[in-house]
């Protein structure tokens, strides 16, 4: 999870009331522009929006960035506040988001931890388990493609208001690209290789679309110590990857083209990774 702000000032009751009236008008409105321009006023160009299957949003650029997305394959989203609690520097709620995803009736129980500063946001850290809607996004790419891609491309802004990225950072972006075409277009990325598309090739390039997927998501949503963790098993996997495609390339069992590639994919990204953990 990722480390909450903090706030030196302690925010009034009654300003924690009426932001609350505030977040549940805004959930109600069940369309996006709507959405959007209910809560834009109150997010300013140095709060930050985190949450599970996304990278974290700034200012309003990012926040429109983030919802965009959403509301493109759920766009009939609208939220229903539950409870709320007070913290020391701003509320905690609890509410559930519901709409229509290809076709069929989701909701998802969420909790917010959202840090104020005179009624506006400072940070807003969401929480909630991502599981149950995977099966669903993994069996519609193209709505999943929908989903993930404005929410992980930031804008201008953002770029120009973020600390500079790292070699990981485009590491996981690349595992991304690998999943959508994988996923999306697997017979093409068969070929692309130098493998004969069949049945058996495209179910396992789809396999491997959803690893690639999951692990470069992982990486860029997670927090700092989640992090370290998918920093050693992203190597763990990508040096396996090139011993078995070596191993291959020795026995002359597999199409050399296809071996020479993988292996060249996944041994720089094995290198790479070495060469961050050993800094």
Same mark, same amino acid.
């Given at each position: 999870?990722?480390?909450?702000?903090?706030?030196?000032? #302690?925010?009034?009751?009654?300003?924690?009331?009426?932001?609350?009236?505030?977040?549940?008008?805004?959930?109600?409105?069940?369309?996006?522009?709507?959405?959007?321009? @209910? *809560?834009? %006023?109150?997010?300013?160009?140095?709060?930050?929006?985190?949450?599970?299957?996304?990278?974290?949003?700034?200012?309003?650029?990012?926040?429109?960035?983030? *919802?965009?997305?959403? *509301?493109?394959?759920? $766009?009939?989203? @609208?939220?229903?506040?539950?409870?709320?609690? %007070?913290?020391?520097?701003?509320?905690?709620?609890?509410?559930?988001?519901?709409?229509?995803?290809?076709?069929?009736? /989701?909701? #998802?129980?969420?909790?917010?931890?959202?840090?104020?500063?005179?009624?506006?946001?400072?940070?807003?850290?969401?929480?909630?388990?991502?599981?149950?809607? +995977?099966?669903?996004?993994?069996? @519609?790419?193209?709505?999943?493609?929908?989903?993930? +891609?404005?929410?992980?491309?930031?804008?201008?802004?953002? #770029?120009?208001?973020? $600390?500079?990225?790292?070699?990981?950072?485009?590491?996981?972006?690349?595992?991304?690209?690998?999943? /959508?075409?994988?996923?999306?277009?697997?017979?093409?990325?068969?070929?692309?290789?130098?493998?004969? $598309?069949?049945?058996?090739?495209?179910?396992?390039?789809? /396999?491997?679309?959803?690893?690639?997927?999951?692990?470069?998501?992982?990486?860029?949503?997670?927090?700092?110590?989640?992090?370290?963790?998918?920093?050693? *098993?992203?190597?763990?996997?990508?040096?396996?990857?090139?011993?078995?495609?070596?191993? @291959?390339?020795?026995?002359?069992?597999?199409?050399?083209?296809?071996?020479? /590639?993988?292996?060249?994919?996944?041994?720089?990204?094995?290198?790479?990774?070495?060469?961050?953990?050993?800094?």
């Amino acid at each position: 999870m990722a480390q909450n702000d903090s706030s030196s000032e #302690v925010v009034d009751c009654g300003d924690r009331a009426e932001f609350v009236e505030f977040f549940r008008e805004g959930m109600a409105k069940g369309e996006r522009d709507a959405f959007i321009a @209910h *809560f834009l %006023p109150r997010i300013t160009a140095a709060s930050e929006q985190r949450q599970p299957l996304s990278r974290s949003g700034r200012g309003q650029a990012g926040f429109q960035r983030m *919802f965009t997305g959403v *509301f493109a394959v759920v $766009p009939d989203l @609208h939220g229903v506040v539950h409870r709320w609690g %007070p913290t020391e520097d701003g509320v905690l709620i609890e509410f559930t988001l519901a709409g229509t995803l290809a076709g069929q009736q /989701i909701a #998802v129980d969420i909790v917010d931890r959202i840090v104020l500063r005179a009624g506006n946001f400072v940070s807003n850290d969401t929480y909630f388990d991502p599981m149950p809607l +995977l099966p669903r996004l993994l069996a @519609h790419p193209l709505l999943a493609t929908r989903l993930l +891609l404005p929410r992980f491309r930031r804008s201008r802004q953002e #770029v120009e208001a973020a $600390p500079p990225g790292n070699a990981l950072n485009l590491l996981a972006w690349g595992r991304l690209a690998l999943a /959508i075409v994988s996923l999306t277009a697997p017979r093409w990325f068969g070929r692309l290789v130098g493998v004969r $598309p069949t049945p058996e090739t495209t179910y396992l390039t789809r /396999i491997y679309g959803a690893r690639a997927l999951a692990m470069g998501a992982a990486y860029l949503t997670s927090g700092a110590q989640e992090r370290a963790r998918w920093k050693r *098993f992203a190597l763990a996997v990508d040096i396996s990857d090139t011993v078995a495609g070596l191993t @291959h390339m020795a026995r002359r069992d597999v199409p050399i083209r296809a071996a020479l /590639i993988m292996v060249a994919l996944t041994g720089s990204y094995a290198a790479i990774e070495v060469a961050a953990a050993r800094r």
